[in-house]
């Protein structure tokens, strides 16, 4: 893996040094947060939500800096590469996609195009934005938070489109490798609303509880994307796009993992879902609606399987009207395990709400508030002492300086 982010930067120099098109961005992020006292999943606790606090006081926040390098070897070759400096991830500084492109130019109804390296599974309808930041929110919903924690393309994807008069046909389909462990947090954490997506360095921290529960003494970390069984993953997906409809897609997803499969003590989970979204817009108005279901599992040794059922959907209602933006975001999620002949309390459901207004007064300056509340039932806090019934609250107010 460090290797091929080497790679990749390598790449991006060589380009930039050789005067061909290139482009870099990024962005500053700093926020102000008020919270509940809920210790958060980031720090090993049973919060959902990314900060912590007495819910009385106001404190300061360095978010993150996101840095994306693009260049345009050829016009039909492209490279990307965007890189985060974020206080709780392992290194430094730390890689969240790496990747190269190429599309030929389409002179008739077809189109055509292949990628390769690391990148985001085209999961998200919210999550649009350089560094996969929300358009609308500074928190995404639980879906494409999961998403931005356990899963990344560490491999190739081909997209097919075919552009009618009524509208845009697309079809997809990947392999991918170094993804096994994905299914291991929405098992031992469950759902979490989250807007820092692993680095593909970084080692998401395990809930203490589930430690604890497990007769280890925390902290303990895993890390997301490693390569278990040499078995390759894919997914595969459709998509169609017109004025009269909007956008409708839907996607299978299937990492293919051998459950029993393990390398010291970190295993594999095989981890599949079915993912189907729509979005409309409706003069000044945007409606976005996505769904998720899956499960994933693990058989580690013989006489043990624990399989998670996961389910969430939300609805999100956007308007936009010249430098400003207003969301208001509701949504559902569950999760339920089954563990013959053990009776382990991993099994959760809740629901959530988000409000947020964004102000762009120019083009490098992002200022947003959000107020977020989380209802959540989860038997396993009673390990830690605590209620399983919890609810959470988090106000920000995010300033992005961009370059």
């Given at each position: 893996m460090r290797a091929a982010i080497a790679l990749f930067?390598?790449?991006l120099s060589s380009t930039a040094a050789g005067a061909i098109d290139f482009d870099f961005q990024g962005y500053l992020d700093m926020r102000a947060v008020a919270a509940t006292r809920l210790r958060s999943y980031l720090d090993g606790g049973t919060g959902l939500l990314r900060f912590e606090d007495d819910g009385t006081t106001t404190s300061l926040h360095f978010a993150e800096a996101i840095g994306q390098g693009h260049a345009q070897i050829t016009p039909e070759l492209s490279a990307l590469a965007v890189a985060r400096i974020e206080p709780a991830q392992?290194?430094?500084?730390?890689?969240?996609?790496?990747?190269?492109r190429y599309r030929p130019v389409s002179t008739n109804a077809w189109r055509w195009s292949v990628k390769a390296g690391a990148f985001f599974p085209p999961v998200?309808?919210?999550n649009t934005e350089i560094g996969w930041t929300s358009y609308w929110t500074l928190t995404p919903?639980?879906?494409?938070s999961w998403v931005g924690d356990e899963l990344r393309t560490i491999g190739g994807e081909g997209t097919l489109e075919w552009r009618g008069q009524s509208g845009t046909l697309t079809l997809m389909a990947a392999m991918f490798g170094w993804n096994d462990p994905a299914g291991t947090l929405m098992a031992d954490r469950g759902w979490t609303l989250d807007d820092r997506p692993t680095g593909l360095i970084?080692?998401?921290?395990?809930p203490d509880m589930t430690v604890i529960l497990f007769g280890d003494t925390p902290p303990d970390h895993t890390p997301m994307f490693n390569e278990i069984d040499g078995r390759a993953g894919w997914y595969a997906g459709a998509s169609w796009d017109d004025s009269d409809l909007g956008h409708v897609e839907i996607i299978r997803y299937d990492n293919e993992a051998n459950s029993s499969a393990h390398t010291g003590d970190y295993f594999a989970w095989r981890t599949r879902f079915w993912d189907v979204g729509l979005s409309r817009q409706f003069g000044e108005f945007t409606v976005l609606s996505q769904g998720m279901t899956g499960q994933t599992t693990i058989t580690p040794f013989p006489g043990f399987r624990s399989t998670t059922d996961f389910n969430a959907a939300y609805a999100l209602l956007g308007w936009e009207r010249d430098e400003w933006r207003l969301a208001g975001r509701a949504e559902i999620f569950g999760t339920n395990q089954t563990n013959p002949g053990t009776d382990l309390p991993f099994s959760e459901h809740g629901h959530a709400f988000t409000a947020a207004a964004s102000w762009l007064p120019n083009d490098w300056l992002r200022?947003?508030?959000?107020?977020?509340y989380v209802h959540s039932i989860?038997?396993?806090r009673a390990i830690v002492g605590q209620n399983p019934r919890q609810n959470e609250t988090q106000a920000q107010l995010s300033a992005r300086i961009y370059f």
């Open positions: 930067a390598l790449l392992k290194t430094f500084v730390d890689f969240l996609e790496a990747y190269v998200s309808l919210e919903s639980v879906i494409n970084d080692h998401p921290r395990e200022l947003t508030g959000e107020i977020l989860r038997a396993e």
